[in-house]
Every structure is written in structure tokens, then in C-alpha cells.
């Protein structure tokens, strides 16, 4: 059974930084594409970072590039997402989210081309 598990979340000052991990589990090999959105409430939910992990190319999103980057630990099973300069304004719930095949045609930040979700994790970054 495919399952993703975040960790790495909580509390920090404007200009900190945090590493989240999201370790996958199911797929039957690396070739699977991961993606981190972050929503609050009453708003979409946004797409922040994009990594197709069999070829490791990425994409981040405008709001977060330079700041945010995401990887792949292939040995651990986990995608990261290392959040750095963090601003008030990045305070949300993290989702890691994974499928194992994306069209060419797919924007990487459209959440319903994500079958695999974990629970979230909360970020919050004070002035």
C-alpha cells in the first residue's frame, strides 16, 4: 500500500529556515513523480515544489524560488523540501503528494493529478 508520511514542521522567525520530509513507501521502483503544496484556510491549495524523482529535474514555484528547494534521498525512500528566508506569509499546511506518472501535457501544480497524499504538516513563521 503506497503511503506518504511528512515530518518536519512547526514554529520558527521570519528569515529561519525548516527541512520537511515527506518518506514514501509503495511504489515499486524510484520512477514516481512528488510534488509539495501548501494550503490555508479558505484558499487553494498551492503548489510550492515539483520533483520527478526517476529523472530528478524540479520546479519551484515563483513565490518560494531562491528560498525553497526540493530533493530526493533515493536510498531513503524521501523527497525534502529545505525551506529557507521563511516570511510570515509561508505559513500554512504542508502536503507532500506523489503519482507515479504524469503526462507531458499535466501542470505539475495541479493538485488533482496527485493520487498519493500525506496528513500535512503545519509550518508557521512569526514576524
Known amino acids: 500500500q503506497l503511503q506518504l508520511v511528512e515530518s518536519g514542521g512547526g514554529s520558527v522567525q521570519a528569515g529561519g529556515s525548516l527541512r520537511l520530509s515527506c518518506a514514501v513507501s509503495g511504489f515499486t521502483d524510484n520512477r514516481y513523480h512528488s510534488a509539495w503544496f501548501r494550503q490555508v484556510p479558505g484558499k487553494e491549495r498551492e503548489g510550492v515544489a515539483y520533483?520527478?524523482?526517476?529523472?530528478?529535474?524540479?520546479y519551484v514555484a515563483d513565490s518560494v524560488k531562491g528560498r525553497f528547494t526540493i530533493s530526493q534521498d533515493n536510498a531513503k525512500n524521501t523527497v525534502y523540501l529545505q525551506m529557507n528566508g521563511l516570511r510570515p506569509e509561508d505559513t500554512a499546511v504542508y502536503y507532500c503528494?506523489?503519482?507515479?506518472?504524469?503526462?507531458?501535457?499535466?501542470?505539475?501544480?495541479?493538485?488533482?493529478?496527485?493520487?498519493?497524499w500525506g496528513q500535512g504538516t503545519q509550518v508557521t513563521v512569526s514576524p
Open positions: 520533483i520527478n524523482v526517476g529523472a530528478g529535474t524540479t
Open positions: 503528494a506523489a503519482v507515479s506518472a504524469l503526462k507531458a501535457s499535466n501542470w505539475v501544480f495541479n493538485s488533482r493529478n496527485y493520487a498519493y
